[in-house]
């Protein structure tokens, strides 16, 4: 399936597996790369070393192009911004900030830069500042979200710009696909659907708990501070509400976030730790390869549109 994300980023699917602390590592960025999709290596929670280490590391295992994405509040983004550029990387994908400080050292080293927005006012700047396309996130997403659905900001973004429009948020499948590029997207990116994946490190009770989640089984915490962020319900989850009722300053909340995620993700501790996910988890419903998710969904996406 050509399109502009394709002919963009050098790859056979306009398919992105997105940035998710701890899951997105370079084994499985690696192997979506490989199966002909872009992967991408999370730098949260990272240090500068160890994401130098995941770069190269990813590098080892495929020849095909990957990305890392950066969370730009982050206190380390500097030093993470310098690891880009002096590993070659090629594509950068952002979220949670403006990445004005680094567009034109990341540009000027050839890097694609592919920001988050969460609506047509921040997609058309990051179109001014040089982007090389936008990833347009609805608020179906796991992680932190905007406010407006996919299905309503996909359209109005890719009407405004002429870059091209990657859509994000409740898209899972062959259906999904198809109707983010009938809404005017060029690709997509999952999160969600490749948590599953066999090549993905998290711990069988991560995975197993996306799969057998239902569509009510999502929860947003972070409303009532301006920083919204989608999980499965649990006593984490429980936790960050109370924390949040009493006032407790967001970033806090944000260090606590990124402590259980690691304890969810590599412990297995699906009850005391967060798992980030999108309202799209109920149809995730079998671990399969990364080379089989892109096919099936591809083949599906494929035929809808034919029809």
């Known amino acids: 399936m050509d399109t502009r994300i394709t002919e963009l980023l050098g790859i056979a699917y306009p398919i992105i597996q997105g940035g998710m602390a701890w899951v997105a590592e370079y084994h499985l960025a690696a192997a979506v790369s490989q199966a002909g999709g872009l992967g991408i290596i999370s730098a949260a929670g990272l240090s500068s070393d ?53 567009m034109g050292r990341w540009r000027s080293a050839g890097m694609k830069v592919i920001p988050t927005v969460s609506s047509v006012a921040l997609a058309k700047m990051m179109e001014r500042l040089g982007a090389a396309a936008v990833i347009a996130e609805g608020l179906e997403a796991g992680g932190h979200i905007g406010a407006t659905t996919t299905m309503a900001l996909i359209p109005q973004v890719a009407d405004a710009l002429k870059i091209p429009v990657i859509a994000s948020g409740g898209i899972g499948d062959g259906r999904g696909f198809a109707a983010a590029m009938i809404l005017g997207a060029d690709g997509i990116q999952m999160r969600t659907r490749f948590c599953v994946a066999e090549e993905a490190i998290a711990h069988p009770n991560y995975k197993e708990r996306i799969i057998k989640a239902k569509d009510i089984d999502s929860t947003v915490t972070g409303m009532s501070q301006g920083r919204p962020m989608r999980q499965l319900a649990n006593r984490m989850s429980r936790e960050y509400l109370r924390m949040e009722k009493e006032g407790t300053y967001w970033l806090d909340m944000e260090i606590a976030a990124m402590n259980s995620m690691q304890k969810a993700v590599l412990d297995g501790d699906v009850i005391n730790g967060t798992v980030m996910v999108g309202q799209v988890a109920g149809i995730v419903t079998k671990e399969q390869s990364c080379s089989e998710i892109l096919q099936e969904i591809t083949r599906e996406a494929e035929k809808l549109l034919n029809r």
């Open 50 to 102: 160890a994401l130098r280490k995941q770069i190269r590391k990813a590098r080892a295992l495929t020849k095909k192009p990957f990305g890392v994405h950066i969370v730009l509040r982050y206190s380390n983004v500097e030093e993470i911004a310098e690891v880009v550029v002096e590993e070659g990387v090629q594509i950068v994908t952002t979220d949670s900030g403006n990445p004005v400080n680094y």
